[in-house]
């Protein structure tokens, strides 16, 4: 049950980072997330707290890495794979001999195949990561499209020469021939491994579609399982798992832009899918770097007093070093950004910025072993530490220096959108009122489907008994005219009138009701003195009960009619809650007097008809440059998502 606790607790976390981003959305919602982590130490069982390096890597990573690939823009990526070379793999190798042997000279107390390992730790850069710190700013797309495809395959090279580094520790002995050996079978064999079983699980999921096996039942866990299968596979084959189920991920993706438009409701919920459990999975892994920090802390403050002092002192020079080397490879035209143009300097001090570090950095320091020849593993948590304070740094800095570099991005005004998918709504409304053939309650039924969209204030109490007393009123106005006809039996009109008096609002007044019994019984009083015979007992004549149901409904469809013609005509848009809330409930008590079989259909298509309205007043709202382009995107957008909900719950 423990292990339930944690993980339900380290969800909920990342839920409320959500909740805290989406009111104050200025500061990254990253930060939120290590705050939330942070946080849960507080708890007893997230003290001391420890998580299986595999767990990680398989439960978190793979899925993560996984989404990547199989979102990214395969034709920019074929088009760029020189200038991912370059940043992925010689960038990187690059960035962890000289990191490693400056920790070394700086602190040589700590071997040098550690200071590698710590060097191949902090070298991977989270594309995630980025996104979380760019979000508000404009990045140019030259430098977004190199940070994007070296963060997709740089994890690589880094957990690759980790694993040589650790190896070299534990031997005591390195061979650059074996080395660079390993490091092309781990590289490349991860790739051939990912495409060829991305492959396999390509071809049955295509199987499984052209066998009309394409619901969402069996699809989406099938996506779901396939980067487990895929980094499981390439481990117990000596390869990268992480390049494996990038490649997978790839192989996944092209796969599904060949799809076109087959199975595209299954597509729609495996991207949903997919999104939802890639936001969560991010979200989960900066809880646990917020979990991590303090833990590594109360380690390391025992050994020395100042030993934080001059970690954070290295970590900052780690950091800083890390940013001139990607600044001198991007300036010197290493990663040809541009073609054979030289980068400016302030794209390369971008991509020297731009080096934003993550997941896959905790992730590796996570998994350093926790013993060695059945002893603690030497300066582990020193090197934690280390990573963990390089994350944070290549996450602040970037949040405070980016912001005045860059220029804000264009968003759309959301005041702007409110206020006329307001106007949309009761643009379709007004053309629905005017359809001749349609019946009442349909109307109604769509015209309570679009009230729905807008962001309405709630129905103040004390109007919405003031509306109901007046539309009372009406019901038994239209209630007493039917009443009145001579058509209608001495003792249905009693009936009713009896059980209408007995309802009528409280606080109406007792002699109103005495007048509306007087009303409709004096009239008949002489026609009605005596017993009723048999023939006009209900309980003894079925046809009399069919007679009086009849009744009933002649009666419910005139006040519905009434009511909601006067509904109609005091309906403004500062009462639309009012009027929505009375009228809903007046619609519920008409559906039960039954509706015929092809209602549905009937709503169905009018709904269809009143989206189709929607559309109209976006593309005359835009023609007339009413709206902008932003907002009419929005506006369509927020049309198809209704629509495409409809139709599946209907």
């Known amino acids: 049950m423990e292990i339930f606790y944690s993980v339900a607790l380290l969800i909920v976390a990342a839920i409320i980072a959500n909740i805290l981003y989406t009111i104050f959305p200025r500061i990254p919602l990253t930060f939120y997330q290590i705050g939330c982590g942070f946080l849960l130490t507080l708890l007893p069982l997230f003290r001391n707290y420890s998580l299986y390096p595999e767990f990680f890597m398989v439960g978190i990573i793979a899925p993560l890495m996984f989404n990547d690939g199989r979102t990214i823009d395969t034709g920019q990526m074929t088009n760029a794979f020189a200038k991912i070379m370059s940043m992925a793999v010689y960038l990187a190798i690059l960035t962890t001999i000289v990191i490693g042997t400056m920790t070394h000279a700086v602190m040589a107390a700590i071997p040098l195949a550690l200071c590698l390992a710590l060097a191949a730790i902090v070298t991977p850069t989270d594309s995630l990561a980025l996104s979380s710190i760019t979000e508000n700013v404009s990045l140019p797309k030259a430098v977004s499209g190199a940070l994007g495809g070296e963060s997709l395959f740089n994890d690589a090279s880094g957990i690759v020469v980790l694993s040589l580094a650790l190896s070299a520790y534990q031997t005591g002995d390195f061979s650059f021939s074996q080395g660079l050996l390993s490091f092309i079978v781990n590289f490349f064999g991860g790739l051939l491994v990912g495409l060829i079983v991305g492959s396999l699980f390509v071809s049955l999921q295509s199987f499984l579609v052209g066998k009309s096996m394409d619901t969402a039942s069996v699809i989406v866990p099938f996506s779901l399982m396939i980067p487990f299968a895929i980094y499981l596979i390439s481990e117990e084959l000596g390869c990268s798992g992480i390049l494996a189920v990038v490649a997978g991920g790839l192989i996944y993706g092209i796969n599904q832009s060949r799809l076109k438009l087959m199975a595209t409701n299954v597509r729609l919920v495996t991207n949903a899918t997919w999104g939802i459990l890639s936001n969560l999975l991010n979200g989960i892994v900066f809880v646990l770097l917020g979990v991590t920090l303090p833990t590594v802390i109360v380690a390391i403050i025992p050994l020395s007093s100042t030993l934080i002092l001059e970690l954070s002192g290295l970590a900052l020079l780690i950091y800083l070093t890390m940013g001139v080397v990607r600044f001198a490879w991007a300036k010197l035209n290493l990663v040809k950004i541009h073609g054979d143009r030289p980068s400016t300097f302030k794209e390369a001090f971008l991509i020297a910025v731009g080096g934003v570090h993550g997941t896959i950095t905790l992730a590796m320091a996570l998994s350093l072993p926790v013993t060695l020849a059945g002893h603690a593993f030497p300066y582990r948590d020193q090197l934690i530490f280390v990573a963990t304070v390089v994350i944070l740094l290549s996450l602040i800095i970037p949040a405070i220096v ?56 709630r129905a103040d109490k004390k109007a919405v008994r003031d509306l109901m007393a007046q539309t009372h009123d009406i019901e038994i106005q239209a209630t007493t005219e039917v009443l009145s006809n001579d058509h209608v039996p001495e003792q249905f009109s009693n009936e009713l009138s009896r059980r209408i008096a007995l309802h009528t609002t409280p606080g109406r007044g007792f002699w109103k009701r005495i007048k509306f019994m007087m009303h409709l019984w004096l009239p008949r009083k002489r026609r009605f003195s005596n017993r009723l015979p048999d023939s006009l007992n209900p309980a003894k004549n079925p046809q009399l009960v069919q007679k009086r149901d009849n009744f ?45 079989d092809s209602s549905d259909d009937r709503q169905n298509q009018l709904l269809i008809q009143a989206f189709q309205y929607e559309y109209t007043y976006v593309a005359d709202a835009f023609k007339n440059q009413k709206i902008t382009r932003q907002v009419s995107d929005q506006l369509n957008q927020s049309i198809t998502t209704d629509q495409m909900v409809y139709m599946a719950d209907n």
Do not use: C, W
């Not at 005045?404 to 379709?428: E, I, T």
């Not at 019946?439 to 039924?445: E, G, I, K, M, V």
């Open 402 to 457: 980016l912001p005045r570099m860059l220029p804000a991005k264009q968003v759309p005004n959301q005041d702007s959108f409110n206020h006329h998918r307001s106007k949309m709504v009761d643009y379709s409304i007004a053309r629905i009122k005017e359809l001749p053939t349609t019946t009442l309650a349909d109307r109604n039924y769509v015209i309570d489907m679009l009230t729905s969209q807008k962001k309405s204030k």
């Open 552 to 596: 009933r409904k002649q009666i419910e469809t005139a006040v519905y009619e009434r009511v909601n013609a006067y509904l109609d005509s005091i309906e403004t848009p500062e009462n639309t809650a009012t009027v929505t809330f009375v009228r809903t409930g007046y619609n519920f008590r008409h559906a039960r007097f039954g509706a015929d």
